[in-house]
C-alpha cells in the first residue's frame, strides 16, 4: 500500500472548519461565566469606606455595564492576545502557570494513550479473528470490566497493592527529584508507572471492543478472501490487509476519546498527586481562582479540538476516499 | 451474564431501598471507641474515622448515587430524543444547526465542563434549593446537561430512516399530523437502541457523580454517597484499607451489572441480529 499525499486543500479545509469550533466552546465559556450569578465588585459594594461614585467609575473601567456581546469581544481579544488574567493564589499569570503545568499532563496522557493502543490492538485483533473463542469471550469479560472500573477506584487499589503493601512503587509524584543522571530517570519512570498505567488499562479496555468490532467487518470482506485464496500465509494476511484497513475508524476512537482521556487524567492527577492542569484545575476551584479555572477549561477543550484535528488529517492520510470526497 | 448482572443489581437495589429499614444504625452516629474498625458483628462493613458505621452510610450513599444516576439518565435521554427527533424530521438548516451543537458539545471536555459549572453555580443554586436539594439538583442537571449528545444523534439517525418507511408514509397518506406521526409510528420504533443507550447512561452517570464527590465538588461532604465515603477512605488506605474497598466495589460492581445488562438488551433488542 503506498501512502497518498493528503491535499493541501483538505488540511486546510479541516483548520478551517476548528474555527467554528473553537468560537462554539469560547461562547459556551463565556456564558457559563456570564449567567453565573456573582461580581467582582460585590465587595466593594459593600465595603462602606468606597464611595459609589468610585465604584460606578471602577465597573466602567472594567467594562463591566457593557452589553453582553461587547465584553464578549474583549473577553475574546484579550483570550487571542496571551492575556488570560492573573491568579489570586499563585500570584503569577494564568498562562505561565498553565505553561508550567502542561507538559507533565501530556506526558501523562501520550503514554497511557501508548500503553493503551498496545494492549488494545493486539488483543482486538487476537479476538476478533478468532470470535466467540475462549480468548474472545476472556477478553471481552475483561474489557467490560476494565471500563467499568471507575479510575479514582483502580488508583487507589493500585496505591494500596503497589505502594502499600508491596511498598515498590511510591504513591506521591514528585516534581523535585533530588537525583541526577539515570537514577533521576529511574525515579521518573518508577513515580509515573501507576497514574499511566491507571489511565491506560481504562482507555484499552474500550478501544478493545473497537479494535475487535472493526477487524470483524473488514475481515469478512471480499478483498480479504481474494488475498487468502492467493495463497497467501494467514498471519500475513491478518497484519497486512486486515488490521490496516481495519486501524482506520479506530483512529477517529482514539481522538474521539480524548475529552474522556482527559476526564480520567484529572482524577488521576489528583489521586497520585501528579502536579498537571487536572490537579491545577481542581486546586484552583476549591480555592475560588476563577482565572486559572477559565483558563485551565479552554486549554483542555483546545486539546480535544486539536486532537480532532490530527485525527481528521490522518484520517485523510490513511483513507485516500476521504481526502476526496 | 446479563442474568447475573440483573440480579446483583436488584440485590444492590433492594438493599439501598429496604436497608435503613432493616439496618438501622444511624448515619451520623459518632463513636470514636469504634473509630477505623474492621468488619465486625457490630458493623458489618467497618467504621470511619468518627467510628460513624460504613453499612448504614453505604446504603445511604448508594440510595443518592443510584437516584443521581436514574435522574440524569432521564434528563440526557429527554434532551437527547428532542433534539434528535427535532433534528431528523426537519431537514436542511435546522438540522445542520443542531448537528453542529451536538458535535460542538462532544468536543468539549466533559469533566472540566461539569467541574466549572458546578463551582460557579453551586452556592447561588444551594441558597434557592437547600444544601443536599440544591446539589442533587444542580448534579442532576450538569451531568445529564453534557450527556444528551449520544442519544441525539442516535435518534437522528433512527428518525432519518423510519420516516421514510412504507407505514410512515401510510400514516402520512391517512392525513396524520406531524406530531402523531413521530409520536405514534417513528419514535416507538425507534426505542430499542434508545433503551440501550439509556441503560449505559445511567452507569455513566453513576460513575460522573461518583468522580464529582471524589474530587471534593459534588454533594457536601457530611452527605455520604459512594464518591464522598471513597474521598474521605483515601487519606486512611494504610491503616484502614476496607474503608475505601467497600464502596469502590459497590460503585464498580453496580456499574458493571448496568454495562452487562446494556449489552445483553443490544443484543436482545438489536433487528438485524443473525438468528
Same mark, same amino acid.
Given at each position: 500500500?503506498?501512502?497518498?499525499?493528503?491535499?493541501?486543500?483538505?488540511?486546510?479545509?479541516?483548520?478551517?472548519?476548528?474555527?467554528?469550533?473553537?468560537?462554539?466552546?469560547?461562547?459556551?465559556?463565556?456564558?457559563?461565566?456570564?449567567?453565573?450569578?456573582?461580581?467582582?465588585?460585590?465587595?466593594?459594594?459593600?465595603?462602606?469606606?468606597?464611595?459609589?461614585?468610585?465604584?460606578?467609575?471602577?465597573?466602567?473601567?472594567?467594562?463591566?455595564?457593557?452589553?453582553?456581546?461587547?465584553?464578549?469581544?474583549?473577553?475574546?481579544?484579550?483570550?487571542?492576545?496571551?492575556?488570560?488574567?492573573?491568579?489570586?493564589?499563585?500570584?503569577?499569570?494564568?498562562?505561565?502557570?498553565?505553561?508550567?503545568?502542561?507538559?507533565?499532563?501530556?506526558?501523562?496522557?501520550?503514554?497511557?494513550?501508548?500503553?493503551?493502543?498496545?494492549?488494545? +490492538?493486539?488483543?482486538?485483533?487476537?479476538?476478533?479473528?478468532?470470535?466467540?473463542?475462549?480468548?474472545?469471550?476472556?477478553?471481552?469479560?475483561?474489557?467490560?470490566?476494565?471500563?467499568?472500573?471507575?479510575?479514582?477506584?483502580?488508583?487507589?487499589?493500585?496505591?494500596?497493592?503497589?505502594?502499600?503493601?508491596?511498598?515498590?512503587?511510591?504513591?506521591?509524584?514528585?516534581?523535585?527529584?533530588?537525583?541526577?543522571?539515570?537514577?533521576?530517570?529511574?525515579?521518573?519512570?518508577?513515580?509515573?508507572?501507576?497514574?499511566?498505567?491507571?489511565?491506560?488499562?481504562?482507555?484499552?479496555?474500550?478501544?478493545?471492543?473497537?479494535?475487535?468490532?472493526?477487524?470483524?467487518?473488514? +475481515?469478512?470482506?471480499?478483498?480479504?478472501?481474494?488475498?487468502?485464496?492467493?495463497?497467501?500465509?494467514?498471519?500475513?494476511?491478518?497484519?497486512?490487509?486486515?488490521?490496516?484497513?481495519?486501524?482506520?475508524?479506530?483512529?477517529?476512537?482514539?481522538?474521539?476519546?480524548?475529552?474522556?482521556?482527559?476526564?480520567?487524567?484529572?482524577?488521576?492527577?489528583?489521586?497520585?498527586?501528579?502536579?498537571?492542569?487536572?490537579?491545577?484545575?481542581?486546586?484552583?476551584?476549591?480555592?475560588?481562582?476563577?482565572?486559572?479555572?477559565?483558563?485551565?477549561?479552554?486549554?483542555?477543550?483546545?486539546?480535544?479540538?486539536?486532537?480532532?484535528?490530527?485525527?481528521?488529517?490522518?484520517?485523510?492520510?490513511?483513507?485516500?476516499?476521504?481526502?476526496?470526497? | 451474564?446479563?442474568?447475573?448482572?440483573?440480579?446483583?443489581?436488584?440485590?444492590?437495589?433492594?438493599?439501598?431501598?429496604?436497608?435503613?429499614?432493616?439496618?438501622?444504625?444511624?448515619?451520623?452516629?459518632?463513636?470514636?471507641?469504634?473509630?477505623?474498625?474492621?468488619?465486625?458483628?457490630?458493623?458489618?462493613?467497618?467504621?470511619?474515622?468518627?467510628?460513624?458505621?460504613?453499612?448504614?452510610?453505604?446504603?445511604?450513599?448508594?440510595?443518592?448515587?443510584?437516584?443521581?444516576?436514574?435522574?440524569?439518565?432521564?434528563?440526557?435521554?429527554?434532551?437527547?430524543?428532542?433534539?434528535?427527533?427535532?433534528?431528523?424530521?426537519?431537514?436542511?438548516?435546522?438540522?445542520?444547526?443542531?448537528?453542529?451543537?451536538?458535535?460542538?458539545?462532544?468536543?468539549?471536555?466533559?469533566?472540566?465542563?461539569?467541574?466549572?459549572?458546578?463551582?460557579?453555580?453551586?452556592?447561588?443554586?444551594?441558597?434557592?434549593?437547600?444544601?443536599?436539594?440544591?446539589?442533587?439538583?444542580?448534579?442532576?442537571?450538569?451531568?445529564?446537561?453534557?450527556?444528551?449528545?449520544?442519544?441525539?444523534?442516535?435518534?437522528?439517525?433512527?428518525?432519518?430512516?423510519?420516516?421514510?418507511?412504507?407505514?410512515?408514509?401510510?400514516?402520512?397518506?391517512?392525513?396524520?399530523?406531524?406530531?402523531?406521526?413521530?409520536?405514534?409510528?417513528?419514535?416507538?420504533?425507534?426505542?430499542?437502541?434508545?433503551?440501550?443507550?439509556?441503560?449505559?447512561?445511567?452507569?455513566?452517570?453513576?460513575?460522573?457523580?461518583?468522580?464529582?464527590?471524589?474530587?471534593?465538588?459534588?454533594?457536601?461532604?457530611?452527605?455520604?454517597?459512594?464518591?464522598?465515603?471513597?474521598?474521605?477512605?483515601?487519606?486512611?488506605?494504610? @491503616?484502614?484499607?476496607?474503608?475505601?474497598?467497600?464502596?469502590?466495589?459497590?460503585?464498580? @460492581?453496580?456499574?458493571?451489572?448496568?454495562?452487562?445488562?446494556?449489552?445483553?438488551?443490544?443484543?436482545?433488542?438489536?433487528?438485524?441480529?443473525?438468528?
Amino acid at each position: 500500500m503506498q501512502v497518498h499525499r493528503v491535499s493541501r486543500q483538505y488540511v486546510i479545509r479541516k483548520l478551517l472548519i476548528m474555527i467554528p469550533s473553537l468560537l462554539g466552546i469560547s461562547v459556551v465559556l463565556f456564558s457559563l461565566l456570564a449567567l453565573a450569578p456573582g461580581d467582582p465588585f460585590d465587595e466593594l459594594a459593600t465595603n462602606p469606606a468606597v464611595p459609589p461614585e468610585v465604584r460606578a467609575a471602577l465597573r466602567a473601567k472594567f467594562g463591566l455595564d457593557d452589553p453582553v456581546w461587547m465584553r464578549y469581544w474583549h473577553w475574546l481579544i484579550a483570550l487571542l492576545q496571551g492575556d488570560w488574567g492573573f491568579s489570586f493564589v499563585s500570584r503569577m499569570d494564568v498562562s505561565t502557570l498553565i505553561m508550567q503545568r502542561l507538559p507533565v499532563t501530556l506526558i501523562v496522557i501520550g503514554a497511557s494513550q501508548i500503553l493503551a493502543i498496545a494492549i488494545a +490492538i493486539p488483543v482486538g485483533v487476537l479476538a476478533a479473528t478468532r470470535p466467540y473463542s475462549l480468548f474472545d469471550q476472556v477478553a471481552n469479560t475483561f474489557a467490560f470490566i476494565g471500563f467499568s472500573l471507575p479510575t479514582f477506584f483502580t488508583g487507589l487499589v493500585l496505591i494500596l497493592v503497589f505502594s502499600i503493601q508491596l511498598d515498590w512503587l511510591p504513591f506521591v509524584y514528585r516534581a523535585d527529584i533530588a537525583a541526577t543522571g539515570w537514577a533521576f530517570y529511574w525515579e521518573h519512570i518508577k513515580q509515573s508507572i501507576m497514574p499511566v498505567t491507571v489511565l491506560g488499562l481504562f482507555q484499552g479496555a474500550a478501544l478493545v471492543r473497537f479494535v475487535r468490532s472493526s477487524v470483524l467487518d473488514v +475481515i469478512r470482506l471480499d478483498y480479504v478472501t481474494t488475498a487468502r485464496s492467493k495463497g497467501i500465509g494467514e498471519r500475513k494476511v491478518i497484519t497486512r490487509h486486515v488490521v490496516r484497513t481495519a486501524l482506520i475508524p479506530v483512529v477517529t476512537l482514539v481522538a474521539l476519546q480524548m475529552p474522556i482521556v482527559f476526564s480520567g487524567a484529572i482524577v488521576t492527577e489528583q489521586i497520585f498527586r501528579v502536579p498537571g492542569i487536572g490537579s491545577l484545575l481542581i486546586s484552583s476551584m476549591l480555592a475560588n481562582d476563577t482565572p486559572v479555572v477559565m483558563g485551565v477549561t479552554f486549554v483542555s477543550a483546545c486539546l480535544v479540538v486539536i486532537f480532532n484535528l490530527i485525527a481528521d488529517i490522518l484520517y485523510g492520510w490513511l483513507d485516500p476516499r476521504i481526502a476526496f470526497r | 451474564m446479563a442474568l447475573v448482572s440483573a440480579f446483583a443489581l436488584a440485590v444492590i437495589l433492594f438493599a439501598v431501598v429496604a436497608g435503613p429499614f432493616i439496618w438501622r444504625v444511624p448515619i451520623n452516629e459518632i463513636d470514636f471507641a469504634a473509630k477505623l474498625q474492621g468488619p465486625s458483628w457490630t458493623h458489618p462493613l467497618g467504621t470511619d474515622d468518627l467510628g460513624q458505621d460504613l453499612l448504614s452510610r453505604l446504603i445511604y450513599g448508594g440510595r443518592i448515587s443510584i437516584a443521581v444516576g436514574f435522574a440524569a439518565m432521564v434528563v440526557a435521554i429527554f434532551f437527547g430524543v428532542l433534539v434528535g427527533a427535532i433534528a431528523g424530521m426537519s431537514s436542511g438548516r435546522v438540522d445542520a444547526a443542531l448537528m453542529w451543537v451536538t458535535d460542538l458539545f462532544l468536543s468539549l471536555p466533559q469533566l472540566p465542563l461539569l467541574l466549572l459549572v458546578i463551582y460557579l453555580f453551586r452556592e447561588p443554586v444551594k441558597g434557592v434549593l437547600g444544601v443536599e436539594g440544591g446539589a442533587f439538583v444542580l448534579i442532576v442537571a450538569v451531568i445529564g446537561g453534557t450527556r444528551w449528545m449520544s442519544a441525539a444523534r442516535l435518534v437522528r439517525a433512527q428518525f432519518l430512516s423510519l420516516r421514510e418507511k412504507e407505514f410512515v408514509e401510510a400514516a402520512r397518506a391517512l392525513g396524520a399530523s406531524r406530531l402523531r406521526q413521530v409520536t405514534q409510528h417513528i419514535l416507538p420504533n425507534a426505542l430499542g437502541p434508545v433503551i440501550v443507550v439509556a441503560t449505559i447512561d445511567v452507569a455513566a452517570a453513576i460513575i460522573a457523580e461518583s468522580t464529582l464527590s471524589f474530587l471534593g465538588l459534588g454533594f457536601p461532604s457530611d452527605v455520604p454517597t459512594w464518591g464522598s465515603v471513597l474521598r474521605d477512605a483515601k487519606d486512611y488506605l494504610d @491503616i484502614a484499607p476496607h474503608w475505601a474497598l467497600f464502596p469502590g466495589a459497590l460503585i464498580f @460492581i453496580t456499574v458493571l451489572a448496568i454495562n452487562f445488562i446494556g449489552d445483553g438488551l443490544r443484543d436482545a433488542l438489536d433487528p438485524r441480529r443473525v438468528l
